[in-house]
């Protein structure tokens, strides 16, 4: 059974930074990439970023690109989110994933492991 443990949420300041961390107990079977997503009180999920595992390529929702930074370890089956300067509205519940392709990673749907997730809250 594989397990996804995000770290990093907490309480932070408008303007500050966080990283958050993302920790497989084992690179899921037939896990070709990684995504972050995340819901905010009575909004949907959406999705935040993504990164392949072998190239490291990267993909990221147009309202945190330039803000956010995903990266990954593969020795350490861990990926990172870098959240730059903070706004209220990045206030979520952030979920990693891991998916089984590389084409699509904004689709929810193609994700088949998920964490259960880290709470972000951003004050103004």
């Known amino acids: 059974q594989v397990q996804l443990k995000e770290s990093g949420g907490g309480l932070v300041q408008a303007g500050t930074s966080l990283r958050l961390s993302c920790v497989a107990s084992?690179?899921?079977?037939?896990?070709?990439?990684m995504g972050w997503f995340r819901q905010a009180p009575g909004k949907e999920r959406e999705f935040v970023a993504g990164?392949?595992?072998?190239?490291?390529?990267?993909k990221y929702a147009d309202s945190v690109l330039g803000r956010f930074t995903v990266s990954r370890d593969i020795t350490k089956t861990t990926v990172y989110l870098d959240m730059y300067n903070l706004r209220p509205e990045d206030t979520a519940v952030y979920y990693c994933?891991?998916?089984?392709?590389?084409?699509?990673?904004?689709?929810?749907?193609?994700?088949?492991?998920w964490g259960q997730g880290t709470q972000v809250t951003v004050s103004s």
């Open positions: 994933a891991s998916t089984y392709t590389v084409t699509d990673l904004a689709n929810e749907a193609t994700y088949n492991y």
């Open positions: 084992k690179r899921p079977s037939g896990s070709l990439a």
């Open positions: 990164i392949s595992w072998n190239i490291g390529a990267s």
